[in-house]
Nanobody
C-alpha cells in the first residue's frame, strides 16, 4: 500500500526554521517526482517545491526561493523540506505528493500544520 506521512510541522517565530519530513512506504520515493504543496485557510493549494526523479533537479516557487530547500534521503525513503526565515505568509498545511503536478492517481500525505507567530 502506497503511503506518504508528513511530520515536522509546528509553531515557530518569524525568522525561525522548521524541517518537514515526508516518509514513504509501499514504494520507492526515488522513482517518483515528489512535490511539496501548501494550503492556507481560504486559499487554494499551491506548489512550493518539487524534485525531479531523473536528475535530482529542484524547483521552488518564487515565494520560497532562497529560503526553502528540498532534500532526499534514499536510505530512509524520505524527503525533506528545510524551511528557513519563515514569514507570516508561510503558515499553512503542508503536503507532499507523488508528482510535481499530481493527478487523480497520485498519492498525498495527510499534511502537517506550520504556524508562524510571535
Amino acid at each position: 500500500q502506497v503511503q506518504l506521512v508528513e511530520s515536522g510541522g509546528g509553531l515557530v517565530q518569524p525568522g525561525g526554521s522548521l524541517r518537514l519530513s515526508c516518509a514513504a512506504s509501499g514504494f520507492t520515493l526515488d522513482d517518483y517526482d515528489i512535490g511539496w504543496f501548501r494550503q492556507a485557510p481560504g486559499k487554494e493549494r499551491e506548489g512550493v517545491s518539487c524534485i525531479n526523479s531523473n536528475d535530482g533537479s529542484t524547483y521552488y516557487a518564487d515565494s520560497v526561493k532562497g529560503r526553502f530547500t528540498f532534500s532526499r534521503d534514499n536510505a530512509k525513503n524520505t524527503v525533506y523540506l528545510h524551511m528557513n526565515s519563515l514569514k507570516p505568509e508561510d503558515p499553512a498545511v503542508y503536503y507532499c505528493a507523488t508528482d510535481c503536478v499530481p493527478g487523480p492517481d497520485d498519492s498525498w500525505g495527510q499534511g502537517t500544520q506550520v504556524t508562524v507567530s510571535s
